[in-house]
């Protein structure tokens, strides 16, 4: 394997805590476009967490609702269906790059109306991805620039001829830590080389056990449109 094409098993397996993650790529034969989507926890409030099927894609929710203290941050639709885009981020940035798409503006000036999030210490990063209809994809991530947290970073990868069996990996933290440090660097390069059920269960295995909480996983087939998804929940009802 090429130094610059990592395996997205060892890049989890070696990382208790890359945080909340993006996938975006394509299969082997060329005739899917590849998403995927993970979120982690630490504290009990996170981790109270599902991800549930809607109309256009996925929310999280609370497992069990009398154990949520602050919905804030953790409740929000991580994955939309918008204007043939599919739009992937771990927060309600999801709900804004839909809105300006609506209006036929660019993810890029939604995201301009954003920042990072505002959970001292962390102050943790916003990404974000979106899938176009030819299967062109783009990703992003927001991050504090300054120590009195005045000021923005934001970064844009444009990814316009995906290559079979190839992805890129975007994810929140490095590491675990206390604050934890924020993701550095352009988005990981990684092989995809397996079937959706496959694919999901190498990323839900290779994620660190206390710390995993959902995964969701969709092949599109790109001449018919067709889904297939696959979600995977820490806690099943």
């Known amino acids: 394997m090429g130094k610059n094409v990592f395996n997205i098993s060892e890049e989890l397996i070696s990382n208790v805590y890359p945080g909340r993650g993006i ?82 503006k660019d993810y890029t000036a939604a995201l301009r109306t954003r920042a990072f999030e505002p959970d001292a210490p962390n102050y943790t990063s916003r990404i974000s991805g979106v899938v176009n209809e030819d299967g062109s994809y783009s990703l992003s991530i927001l991050k504090n620039f300054t120590s009195d947290r005045t000021a923005n970073k934001r970064f844009f990868y444009e990814y316009d001829k995906p290559v079979p069996g190839l992805g890129h990996f975007i994810h929140t933290y490095m590491c675990d830590g206390d604050p934890l440090p924020p993701f550095r660097g352009e988005p990981k390069c990684i092989r995809i080389e397996l079937p959706v059920h496959e694919f999901a269960n190498l990323l839900w295995n290779s994620m660190d056990e206390q710390n995993k909480i959902s995964l969701f996983v969709r092949y599109i087939n790109l001449e018919t449109g067709a889904c297939e998804t696959v979600i995977k929940n820490k806690h099943v009802r």
């Open 23 to 104: 996938i975006l790529g394509r299969t082997p034969d060329n005739k899917h476009d590849v998403i995927a989507y993970f979120i982690m926890g630490r504290s009990e409030n996170s981790r109270n967490r599902v991800f549930v099927e809607t109309e256009d894609g996925i929310r999280t929710e609370a497992f069990d609702p009398s154990k949520m203290t602050d919905p804030s941050l953790i409740i929000y639709h991580p994955v939309r269906v918008c204007c043939g885009k599919t739009v992937v981020t771990n927060g309600d940035q999801t709900d804004t790059i839909c809105e300006y798409l609506k209006q036929g």
